[in-house]
């Protein structure tokens, strides 16, 4: 009997699945750079034949653990903006760099540019157009009209985000997850100028890019 296409979905999502935890636990415990694919079939305990139906390379399973992360993050966001229609928490920003704190290993491959740093481009593709997608929202929800461009402001965004993050996780900075989404977030609303501790920061003119 062929099998239904709701079997066949379920055991490809199932045997990516595996593929991408094999890696992720791999990266915990050696060097990305001195991995090999025969590792990742061990570990996944997967044939040769089974993981070219689905990747070419390694590099192509940790891009596929980026848009996991990333889908991951985007339904929880999108969740929290529901809840929040005023925005402006720094909910998610605590979220993402408590979720790198519990992932550190998989997340310093991908931000450290493994791969040729085509996953971390990724990365920062997809993180910037979930911010963009966001911003739009929220800035229509209020009524708000932007004074920048919205991709800009996303992407501005997004590579500070990234930034700040791939330094924090070097696990030498003292700050908790909770201060750095704290202090971002501060930054965002309120500008540098405020942080640099000018007080003529001018006042009604913040932009309110946060998630």
């Known amino acids: 009997m062929a099998a239904k296409f709701g079997d066949v979905d379920s055991r490809v999502r199932r ?39 689905h990747y070419h390379a390694k590099e192509d399973v940790l891009v596929d653990v980026v848009d996991s992360l990333v889908d991951d993050r985007a339904a929880w966001i999108s969740k929290h903006e529901a809840e929040h229609p005023e925005g402006f928490t720094g909910d998610p920003v605590r979220v993402i760099f408590e979720h790198a704190a519990q992932n550190a290993k998989v997340y310093q491959v991908i931000l450290y540019g493994a791969g040729d740093g085509r996953p971390l481009r990724e990365f920062f593709e997809r993180t ?21 461009p919205v991709e800009v402001v996303a992407r ?8 700040v993050l791939a330094w924090w996780l070097r696990g030498d900075t003292g700050y908790t997850a909770e201060q750095m989404a704290r202090m971002l977030s501060d930054l965002s609303i309120r500008g540098r100028r405020w942080a640099s501790g000018d007080d003529r920061s001018g006042a009604g003119h913040t932009t309110g890019t946060t998630p």
């Not at 890696?23 to 996944?44: K, M, N, P």
């Not at 229509?140 to 004074?147: A, P, T, Y």
């Not at 501005?156 to 930034?163: H, Q, S, V």
């Open 156 to 163: 501005a965004w997004a590579g500070e985000l990234i930034g």
């Open 15 to 53: 045997t990516r699945q595996s593929i991408r935890d094999a890696l992720v636990a791999l990266c915990s415990e050696h060097d990305f750079g001195a991995l090999t694919v025969q590792d990742i079939l061990s570990r996944a305990d997967v044939a040769r034949s089974t993981f070219y139906t």
């Open 128 to 148: 910037s157009r979930e911010a963009e997608a966001v911003f739009r929202s929220r800035a229509k929800r209020l009524g708000h009209e932007q004074r920048v």
